[in-house]
């Protein structure tokens, strides 16, 4: 079992608040998977590694300024939305899921945690009318139906270092993938195993595309 202990080798400046916030994850997920499966059941022991620094490996692609709005797109269970609310507090966060009971939990756990920079909603990406410097996606869907969704509801008025658009966590063989979508949206092909050493991430991506 991999414990929290694994977010502070890559995140040595984390304040007590967010250290203590990162720890109540573990007995959070552990008792709520039970009635509602918000991660998968054999992924609940490496919850740390496989979902929260997962999560976190953005932060290592493009740290977030102040200010900057962020939609996580078929949040799920709350990743990657949750651990970045966590890390950067300066950073508003909207959650959003087409499945009401995944979105209540989720809930639950920004009032337990009491994160002030996040809100989860139940929502479909195009019922939703405001817009984001950046939209994050984890395992959501291929990038073709992806990119129609994300890209109408990205703002032009940046702010980052890099220009918004979206950012999305894959695995595997993502050639045929990209390759649907390109040359008209170009994507950026950042493998995770560059920032974290665990052997998990080997065949881990983030795909940055530029609205």
Do not use: C
């Amino acid at each position: 079992m991999v414990d929290q202990s694994i977010i502070y080798k890559y995140f040595p400046e984390l304040t007590d608040i967010q250290k203590n916030q990162f720890e109540q994850l573990g007995p959070f997920y552990k008792e709520w998977n039970s009635k509602v499966n918000m991660v998968s059941r054999k992924d609940i022991d490496s919850l740390y590694l496989h979902h929260v620094l997962h999560s976190l490996s953005i932060d290592m692609f493009l740290s977030f300024k102040e200010g900057t709005q962020v939609l996580d797109l078929g949040t799920g269970g709350g990743f990657p939305g949750i651990p970045l609310a966590i890390l950067k507090p300066e950073v508003y966060f909207l959650l959003a899921d087409g499945k009401n009971k995944k979105i209540k939990v989720v809930q639950t756990l920004i009032e337990k945690l009491e994160l002030k920079n996040v809100k989860a909603i139940h929502k479909r990406s195009e019922e939703i009318k405001i817009k984001f410097d950046f939209v994050l996606a984890r395992a959501v869907t291929r990038l073709d139906k992806l990119l129609p969704m994300s890209l109408p509801i990205i703002s032009n008025k940046h702010r980052n270092i890099l220009p918004n658009g979206l950012i999305a966590l894959k695995g595997g063989n993502l050639v045929e993938e990209i390759e649907e979508v390109e040359p008209e949206n170009p994507v950026e092909q950042i493998k995770i195993s560059e920032f974290f050493d665990e052997e998990y991430f080997n065949e881990k991506s983030i795909l940055y595309i530029q609205a």
